[in-house]
């Protein structure tokens, strides 16, 4: 397996990154390994968070972690689907090496045996996974791998489809209500000489959409919510067809003809992410309660983003910005207080996530991985960092549900670069960032962008030989 000059760098910093984090941190802490409580949702934008500057959805929560942790701008997910993002998250490994591209395949046991969770385990970690898993079917032949309770210390995981309205014993429960109680008995059960990583998966935004906690209010009821820029006719209808006629084009027309409904999707997705933030902030009481929080790392995310209207479209899938945009912090409480409150704008990846908790534990990251560890940008280091990466979706339906598109690209701090394999004749997008933020205008085929055009091209087809 050949290695790239990246993936090179990349263990040399890993193995640096520990140290570097180390001489940052309070020295009563330095013998202690630190807890690790991650937490993500399924579905959330970048942009939905205040603290990305969103002034119309309330998330004190994630907006009080940010500001005492380091908020990374610019955090993307290398496939933009549940099942696959989630094995990436898992493994530290691109789509094209851990092979999850669809919802029936889990991880093998060996495979499994190489990710964040089994790793820290196995180097004496507590582990605890609640929430939706999501990778592979739990067909009974491979109901072990697809959910692994055995592979965790303490496990409440379930399958891609799950109802928020749960009934037990006779008793409607609203699942994220179970999750958070699940999460303070961990917490509270915790032996006081041993580290924990507690993974908390949140449903929130994604649905189904029919029920809500009854015990929290609606805070987006008579909410206007400002669509994107982009949700308009006439930028749907710039859309190549096959994007208008596949799964991403569906409620365009109805939302142009009927705002109202707009507003109903985009309150529904409001009010999902206020639950979540609420879930973050009893998670995080509790931590406190426990009296865990000074020596536990925090991590908020979400598996991808969500199309939101722009464009006209809706889902994810796409590489576009909504699509592939994810909020991320990381709350180191041993940093010093200089160090908080910061937002690094380096491009940080979902296959980032598991070499960073390896990391944070001091366990060695393994070869297999390909993502880096981000723990030299939290201690504000001046380390080399990518300067681009790969983005790979191939996931499609079957009918009559409409196609989802399948596509690849190169993603640089200024270009974006997409392919779509199988249209005919072959479909380019070239999106200049820094001038065209939105990705309206595309430059595929500009004779003055030419030369770009090829170089990520050439680029896209080193990363999908050289990533497997």
Request: net charge neutral; charged share 25%.
């Amino acid at each position: 397996m050949q290695m790239t000059v990246e993936a090179f760098i990349g263990r040399i910093v890993a193995m640096a990154g520990f140290l570097a984090l180390a001489t940052a941190i309070a020295p009563a802490a330095e013998s202690q390994r630190p807890n690790i409580l991650f937490i993500f949702t399924d579905d959330q934008p970048r942009i939905c968070m205040g603290a990305m500057g969103n002034r119309h959805i309330q998330t004190p929560n994630m907006d009080r972690l940010a500001a005492d942790g380091v908020l990374f701008t610019n955090a993307f997910v290398t496939t933009a689907i549940c099942c696959s993002n989630r094995a990436c998250i898992l493994t530290g490994q691109h789509m094209r090496r851990h092979t999850i591209r669809d919802f029936q395949t889990p991880l093998s046991a060996k495979a499994f045996a190489q990710t964040y969770p089994a790793l820290l385990r196995k180097a004496g970690y507590r582990t605890g996974y609640l929430g939706k898993f999501a990778v592979g079917w739990p067909k009974p032949e491979a109901r072990h791998l697809s959910l692994p309770a055995e592979g965790f210390d303490f496990w409440f995981g379930f399958p891609q489809m799950i109802n928020f309205r749960q009934e037990v014993d006779g008793e409607v429960r609203y699942l994220t209500t179970m999750m958070e109680e699940k999460a303070v008995e961990f917490l509270r059960t915790n032996p006081p000489d041993r580290p924990f990583c507690l993974t908390v998966a949140l449903k929130e935004p994604h649905g189904p959409w029919n029920y809500y906690d009854p015990q929290v209010p609606d805070p987006y009821q008579d909410a206007h919510i400002p669509p994107p820029p982009t949700c308009t006719p006439e930028h749907y209808e710039a859309q190549p067809e096959f994007i208008r006629s596949s799964l991403n084009g569906g409620s365009g027309p109805r939302w142009f003809k009927d705002p109202e409904a707009y507003q109903e999707h985009t309150r529904t997705f409001y009010r999902l992410i206020a639950r979540a933030d609420l879930a973050l902030g009893r998670i995080m009481a509790a931590l406190k309660d426990a009296g865990l929080e000074g020596n536990t790392v925090v991590i908020y995310s979400s598996d991808h983003g969500s199309m939101l209207g722009a464009h006209g479209l809706v889902g994810k899938w796409l590489m576009y910005e909504e699509s592939i945009r994810v909020p991320l912090i990381i709350r180191d409480p041993r940093l010093p207080v200089k160090l908080r409150g910061r937002h690094c704008d380096k491009m940080a990846l979902s296959i980032d996530l598991a070499p960073t908790m390896l990391a944070l534990a001091g366990v060695p990251i393994p070869r297999s991985m390909q993502g880096r560890d981000l723990t030299p940008l939290l201690g504000d280091r001046q380390v080399s960092w990518r300067e681009d990466w790969y983005y790979e979706h191939v996931y499609n339906t079957k009918p009559p549900r409409r196609p989802i598109v399948k596509c690849e690209g190169v993603r640089t701090d200024r270009w974006k670069y997409t392919y779509y394999p199988g249209i005919k004749p072959p479909f380019e997008q070239l999106f200049d960032l820094k001038n065209d933020p939105h990705e309206v205008r595309n430059l595929a085929g500009d004779p003055d962008h030419a030369e770009t055009l090829a170089r990520l091209r050439d680029r896209c087809n080193v990363y999908r030989q050289e990533l497997e």
